[in-house]
């Protein structure tokens, strides 16, 4: 059995960014905001935007983005909801081939909004991580454009939003893939389809229980 991932509090006192105290007071004062725990210790002034997307972007693997000057065509933003955009803290920004959309996130590490905005746009999420405070701006006139009908049409050579890839911060330290058994590739790759929203737990669970019906697998091995 897998172990649970960390949380993000836990992560961010490992990394030396809060402490075990900050992270409590957090708690709690999180219980009375609603506010998601990042953007919490930001409120508090105990973590900046900035040095919490950095974290946020090694951690994880994705690409930051800025969002100065974005423009977004309207189909794009009509894939996903503008209750359900302001609810999750989400932002579509553009397509992505074949079947895909960058969304732009405060916390990438949030399965539940990237699950919820794959189920609403019928598409593959790409995430992309940039400040609390940009995005709920952002979310705001994007979606008061389109109601106002300001927003361009989608159009397959629109500029696409400037993504800062950054390297996660174990990629120095990593095997080549050869040194991976056949087990821990598989677990592997089914935990990056599940990050990336590709994947459900549920639809692995369905795929899984057909295949040893279908006698392809043995649930032992």
């Known amino acids: ?30 219980r009375l905001s609603g506010e998601r725990l990042g953007s919490a210790l930001v409120s508090q002034g105990l973590i900046s935007e900035d040095s919490l997307m950095d974290f946020l972007a090694k951690q994880t693997g994705v690409p930051r983005m800025d969002m100065k000057n974005l423009e977004i065509p309207a189909g794009v933003l009509q894939r996903i909801p503008r209750r359900l955009a302001e609810q999750m803290n989400i932002l579509p920004v553009a397509f992505k081939e074949p079947k895909s959309l960058i969304l732009a996130m405060a916390d990438p590490m949030d399965l539940n909004a990237v699950d919820s905005a794959r189920f609403s746009s019928g598409l593959n999420i790409e995430p992309v991580v940039t400040s609390h405070t940009a995005l709920r701006q952002a979310i705001a006139d994007h ?79």
């Open 1 to 30: 059995m897998q172990p649970e991932p960390k949380k993000l509090g836990v992560l961010l006192i490992e990394a030396g960014l809060i402490t075990p105290t900050q992270l409590q007071d957090t708690l709690r004062y999180q």
């Open 143 to 221: 979606y008061n454009r389109m109601v106002a009908g300001t927003l361009p049409p989608a159009s397959p050579t629109a500029p696409q939003p400037s993504i800062i890839h950054q390297r996660s911060a174990m990629s120095e330290h990593t095997a080549p893939l050869e040194n991976y058994g056949n087990r821990a590739l598989m677990l592997g790759l089914i935990k990056l389809l599940q990050r990336r929203g590709i994947l459900g737990q549920y639809e692995l669970q369905r795929f899984l229980h057909n295949l040893v019906e279908a006698r392809e697998i043995d649930p032992r091995q």
